[in-house]
């Protein structure tokens, strides 16, 4: 799925976990985020949210780093911030794995 991810194509992430019996956290994660940006591209931001806000806070799979930088951005959005802020700046600055690098 990480092809389908990196190309943005959620609508094919969507499908594949269609067929999935019983997906892992990881794979539930990358649905939530897919349905976000297809409903976010289709203009309906309150199914987006909702899809974007299933994924759990704690959530500390392969992609967390991506689901926390777009959480931060709707935060900060609604909070009234408008600065923007990349994917890479936000890493840097306010990301902090879970995970160990051991």
Do not use: C
């Amino acid at each position: 799925m990480d092809k389908e991810l990196e190309s943005e194509d959620y609508s094919s992430i969507a499908a594949e976990f269609e067929k999935v019996p019983n997906p892992s956290e990881d794979l539930t994660a990358i649905y939530n985020f897919a349905m976000y940006n297809i409903y976010g591209q289709d203009g309906d931001d309150e199914k987006s949210l909702e899809y974007l806000y299933k994924i759990p806070a704690d959530y500390q799979g392969r992609h967390a780093d991506l689901v926390s930088y777009w959480k931060f951005v709707h935060e900060s959005y609604a909070e009234g911030k408008t600065e923007n802020i990349t994917f890479d700046e936000y890493k840097q600055k306010y990301y902090k794995s879970g995970k160990s690098d051991n």
